[in-house]
């Protein structure tokens, strides 16, 4: 029987929103073991000048304990 944590992580991009996803896996997968999935909770930008600056995503990580 497997058994599973969700931690929630924050993470942001000035190149796109695929790319926040990814810094935000990799960061998770870097420091977490068995890393299995995510769920995108939040999508939320910030702009400047009229013009989207940072892509952030808000995104709950699964892992299944050892």
Same mark, same amino acid.
């Given at each position: /029987? @497997?058994?599973?944590?969700? $931690? =929630?992580?924050?993470? &942001?991009?000035? +190149? &796109? *929103? =695929?790319?926040? $996803? =990814?810094?935000? /896996?990799?960061?998770?997968?870097?420091? *977490? =073991?068995?890393?299995? &999935?995510?769920?995108?909770?939040?999508? +939320?930008?910030? @702009?400047?000048? &009229?013009? $989207?600056?940072?892509?952030?995503?808000? /995104?709950?990580?699964?892992?299944? *304990?050892?």
């Amino acid at each position: /029987m @497997a058994v599973a944590k969700v $931690i =929630e992580v924050t993470a &942001g991009s000035s +190149k &796109g *929103l =695929e790319d926040a $996803i =990814e810094q935000g /896996m990799a960061k998770a997968s870097d420091t *977490l =073991e068995n890393v299995e &999935g995510a769920w995108i909770q939040d999508i +939320k930008v910030t @702009a400047k000048d &009229g013009k $989207i600056s940072e892509w952030r995503v808000n /995104m709950k990580v699964t892992f299944v *304990l050892n």
